[in-house]
């Protein structure tokens, strides 16, 4: 067991949040098989009072997801009591519903960014995502940075979409915005029960970062499920300084996953049950968050619980084994990196 000295250097500071699994979509590599808000779903007041736990706990940044944030009727409320308690947040959305009037209340609730899910040109966009969606999304990065307010865009990558990243690429830099993350799609949800070929050389991703971050209009970087330490890690994670190398998943160490019905993961996207810490309408987040035996694939982690290449690999103990999350749902093993950039060139 840990002692509550030692629990108290785990720090909060950064929470995904899934405040609906309402959708107007149900994309062939939806994670969470978003598209009916579940059964009793937190209520506005019990979202406040998350709200409020998330900054008393220090969190720095939420990142509001769904479904599509914008399908639950009180985000505004939300978003506001967390922007009122000094938390920064981010919606990240599919861009479909979005309409002009929208931009008046990003204002009003003084959201930090929005950040829009485009996967690739039209034709690959629409077929993993919905008809008419590709120009919805163009649409709506179009309007975020024409008014002001930060855009990104999240594109999920699979076999497929990898190859199309320079043409993207082209059609992003007419657009406004400031950054572009890239990251793994992962065979959960809809995407192991659609046979989604998630499966892709992170090589080919990491050369078409390295070859254009640094002449880019905008921050262009991998998530933390693309990696890890070829010669190149120090600088593909949106940070061109060499020194921004992964270190380790932050799930139940930094960072923290809500759903809508008020399940606390180490990261949304550890989308299983075995992962649940607790619920909110049973313990407060922070009786989860200190909790001694909570995460503990993270906060007990040591070296020697690494497997296959990862154990073996200079950079084990930095590392833990890559993305908890990607792994998971790859091969079931959580600290064996099944897909490391480096390992394959060895």
């Known amino acids: 067991m840990l002692s509550r000295h030692r629990i108290m250097k785990f720090k909060l500071r950064r929470c995904v949040w ?3 699994l309402a959708c107007c979509f149900s994309c062939k590599y939806c994670g969470s098989r978003g598209g009916r808000a579940r059964e009793g779903e937190l209520s506005t007041e019990e979202c406040l009072n998350v709200a409020d736990w998330l900054a008393e706990l220090g969190c720095r940044r939420v990142s509001l997801i769904g479904g599509e944030v914008f399908m639950r009727k009180d985000w ?3 978003t506001a009591r967390l922007t009122k308690n000094g938390v920064r947040v981010n919606i990240i959305t599919n861009g479909f519903l979005f309409s002009d009037n929208l931009i008046d209340d990003l204002r009003e609730v003084g959201i930090e960014s929005v950040s829009v899910s485009l996967d690739g040109p039209r034709e690959v966009h629409d077929k993993y995502r919905q008809e008419g969606s590709y120009d919805r999304a163009i649409r709506a990065i179009q309007v975020l940075g024409e008014s002001g307010i ?3 865009v999240i594109s999920t990558l699979n076999r497929e979409n ?3 990243l320079p043409e993207l690429y082209e059609t992003l ?3 406004p915005i400031f950054a572009w993350q890239l990251q793994a799609c992962s065979p959960m949800g809809n995407a192991a029960n659609n ?4 499966a892709f050389d992170p090589r080919e991703v990491i050369r078409f970062v390295d070859t254009n971050m640094r002449t880019a209009p905008f921050l262009l970087g991998v998530a933390d499920n693309i990696g890890y330490f070829t010669p190149e890690e120090g600088s593909i994670r949106g940070n061109m300084s060499g020194q921004a190398v992964f270190a380790g998943c932050r799930a139940g160490i930094s960072a923290v996953g809500i759903d809508s019905i008020g399940n606390v993961r180490g990261c949304e996207s550890m989308y299983d049950e075995r992962f649940n810490e607790g619920n909110l309408r049973k313990k407060s987040l922070r009786e989860i968050w200190e909790n001694p035996d909570g995460f503990s694939y993270n906060r007990k982690f040591k070296r ?3 497997t296959g290449p990862c154990a073996d690999c200079k ?3 930095y590392c833990a084994g890559g993305c908890r999350s990607y792994n998971f749902f790859v091969h079931g093993k959580l600290y064996e990196a099944p897909r490391c950039a480096s390992a394959m060139d060895k």
């Not at 046979?195 to 998630?198: A, I, K, L, T, W």
């Open 18 to 20: 899934e405040i609906t």
């Open 76 to 78: 505004k409320e939300i």
């Open 150 to 152: 930060p855009v990104s």
């Open 162 to 164: 990898v190859p199309k």
């Open 173 to 175: 830099k007419q657009y």
């Open 195 to 198: 046979g989604v070929d998630y």
């Open 304 to 306: 020697s619980m690494l």
């Open 315 to 317: 950079h084990g103990a």
